[in-house]
């Protein structure tokens, strides 16, 4: 059992910055693939952004691309998701999500597990 906690999403204006973190419990982490999704009002979930379990390997949607960095820590059991220069267009709750993933990561949700609830990022222009 894996389960997985957000935090600091916020209210920010078009152009700053805001750091999310995910903490998860378990000893199954370091073996587990992470992955941020995003949700939108009235869209669906999309990837945003994945990072394999040893973190050498990541992977980026091309919206956010040279925006957003994922990292993690497997000693912290945590995985954090910078994200700079937001646009209003980025406004979603963000959602972790942890699996086993052939192949090291995925962009698709139904390969990851494990899910957080959420954390609302607003971004007004």
């Known amino acids: 059992q894996v389960q997985l906690v957000e935090s600091g999403g916020g209210l920010v204006q078009a152009g700053g910055s805001l750091r999310l973190s995910c903490a998860a419990s378990g000893r199954t982490f370091s073996s587990r693939a992470m992955g941020w999704f995003r949700q939108a009002p009235g869209k669906e979930r999309e990837f945003v952004a994945a990072i394999n379990r040893s973190g050498g390997v990541t992977h980026y949607a091309d919206f956010v691309k040279g925006r957003f960095t994922i990292s993690r820590d497997n000693a912290k059991n945590s995985v954090d998701l910078q994200m700079n220069s937001l646009k209003p267009e980025d406004t979603a709750v963000y959602f972790c999500?942890?699996?086993?993933?052939?192949?090291?990561?995925?962009?698709?949700?139904?390969?990851?597990?494990?899910w957080g609830q959420g954390t609302q990022v607003t971004v007004s222009s």
């Open positions: 999500a942890a699996g086993v993933i052939f192949g090291g990561l995925s962009t698709r949700k139904s390969e990851y597990d494990y």
